[in-house]
């Protein structure tokens, strides 16, 4: 079962992690976890049972689904379509969304000229940004990549633009008067000050994208789970669409324990020491 | 070190500042203000609260530039200056050593600390953060920044306040230890008097805003022999001088 499966890795994963920080505290949470995961299978078993249908697939059907097309590699040539589009678009949004977050923030007048810009472009759906993008561009990587992007830029920008807004000149300051260079100022300086906000961003930065990604596979690619997805559509194929989502989610939720959380704990150590 | 003589006081001449405020009113804080620091001299700038020294060192900082007048800041040797401001203003997440090291120029951020760590009681504190000290051991670690860049020049702003009386005694004597170890042209800000009276060569004695210099007094005794009772005589012949200043 993918939700147990996942679910087991996860609590071998945190109690490796956290281990040294005593273990006792952190079982009985990932326990918890996978107790809730495990019922909420049960549930789902249940109601599968009791409503058969081919629309209406249980666990069990899903996971045949998921072990066959992870067999013939097809599950994760797709995977693997979906989940570079996801990393690029990121990449893009957060690096071009901080620089104009970041200019917005600590210019008043530009902001008060590009406030309504803002304000405009988080407020375009995200199919017509997909479908203009296709259009003007044409049905290519960059297209898909970029309209995704655009799509999550707005929100970068407004949560980099109050980071900026947030910042304490007394450390700017204390730079200027040291002659800090540039590059130590931004790593030093300018960089953990933001990094709450930065962390903000991306953690709704990658679960807003990557169900974008899926709407731009399923419009105009012709790999990636979302590709999928809308074949399994055509063919009313419910165990496989639902297999090739719960695969997605539970590669997010690894990306989330072996990336996200350990590069937040290292960016927040200083923090977390009592005083 | 900078070679004696070549260096060139720190000399300021300010005719004017104002600050405006949001609703359109301005204050001027400060009106012809000139006065010299000799070269490795320990000045203090001595004067009421709100009279406008901040606004001074902000400006020989080179924070603000919204004045008339002009200022000249030693030649020659490293050319840097170094402040210790009336917070600490360590980098939170840097380390106290790390926050030492980033202040320094690419070619020295290698250099032996150990000394200078040691004299400010700081030597088991180098790998803590700063939320991990009190605030006057937070100080020491700022006073370690200032004094590790061998700066041509060196601001102390009100560096000891809101500390307890023995704490800042004791910051004071460390202060001198690190600076008699290198004596550094200095220019503190403070409005305690016994502090100036304690630390200083010569004390430039502000009037209340606009700030322009009252006068001078110079301290020709050295500061081993500045006893307690040296210290109340100074006091005296302090008040005689300026005898509306506290």
């Not at chain 1, 049905?139 to 929100?155: M, Q, S, W």
């Not at chain 2, 490795?40 to 020294?53: I, Q, W």
Request: glycine share 8%; net charge positive; with cysteine.
């Amino acid at each position: 079962m993918t939700a147990r499966d996942t679910g087991g890795r996860t609590l071998g994963d945190t109690t490796d992690i956290s281990s040294r920080s005593g273990p006792a505290a952190t079982l009985i949470p990932a326990l918890t976890v996978t107790i809730s995961l495990l019922g909420l299978c049960l549930l789902w078993s249940l109601a599968a049972n009791a409503w058969p249908s081919r629309a209406f697939p249980g666990p069990g059907q899903v996971w045949q689904v998921l072990l066959k097309e992870a067999a013939s590699g097809d599950l994760f040539y797709h995977l693997g379509a979906t989940l570079g589009r996801v990393a690029a678009a990121y990449v893009v949004a957060i690096i071009v969304g901080s620089v104009i977050g970041i200019l917005l923030g600590s210019h008043r007048g530009a902001d008060r000229f590009f406030s309504p810009w803002v304000i405009l472009f988080l407020n375009i759906p995200a199919l017509v940004i997909i479908v203009l993008a296709y259009i003007w561009f044409g049905l290519n990587e960059v297209a898909a990549i970029g309209a995704v992007a655009v799509n999550k830029i707005p929100n970068v920008v407004v949560t980099m633009r109050e980071g900026a807004r947030a910042l304490d000149p007394s450390y700017a300051e204390m730079a200027a008067v040291y002659r800090f260079g540039p590059l130590d100022r931004v790593r030093h300086v300018l960089l953990p000050q933001l990094q709450p906000y930065l962390a903000a961003a991306s953690r709704s930065g990658i679960a807003l994208i990557w169900k974008i990604v899926l709407v731009v596979e399923l419009l105009g690619r012709s790999n990636g789970v979302g590709f999928q997805i809308y074949l399994y559509f055509q063919l009313f194929d419910v165990a496989a669409i639902l297999a090739y989502t719960l695969a997605f989610v539970a590669v997010m939720l690894v990306i989330e324990l072996l990336l996200v959380q350990p590069v937040e704990r290292h960016a927040t150590r200083w923090r977390r020491r009592p005083a | 070190m900078q070679p004696v003589g070549a260096a060139v006081p720190l000399r300021v001449d300010i005719a004017e500042k104002t600050f405006r405020s949001a609703h359109g009113v301005s204050v001027t804080a400060l009106k012809d203000l000139s006065f010299e620091v000799r070269q490795g001299e320990f000045a203090c700038l001595l004067g009421p609260s709100g009279c406008g020294k901040t606004t001074t060192l902000r400006i020989l900082l080179g924070l603000d530039r919204q004045f008339s007048g002009s200022f000249q800041l030693p030649e020659g040797g490293s050319r840097r200056i170094a402040a210790v401001f009336q917070e600490p203003t360590l980098l939170p997440w840097r380390t106290v050593e790390q926050n030492v090291r980033l202040a320094l120029p690419k070619s020295l951020r290698a250099k032996n600390l150990d000394g200078l760590f040691n004299a400010l009681g700081l030597a088991g504190m180098r790998s803590l953060y700063p939320a991990e000290l009190s605030l006057g051991l937070a100080r020491r670690a700022a006073l370690a920044r200032a004094f590790a860049t061998e700066p041509a020049m060196l601001f102390l702003d009100e560096p000891f306040v809101s500390l307890d009386g023995r704490t800042a005694e004791q910051l004071r004597r460390l202060l001198l230890t690190v600076w008699s170890a290198r004596p550094t042209t200095a220019l503190m800000v403070t409005h305690n008097l016994t502090e100036a009276l304690m630390l200083s060569d010569r004390i430039i004695v502000l009037s209340p805003r606009p700030a322009h210099v009252l006068g001078m007094f110079d301290i020709g005794l050295p500061r081993q022999d500045r006893n307690p009772q040296a210290m109340s005589a100074l006091l005296r012949s302090f008040h005689q001088k300026f005898p509306g200043v506290t």
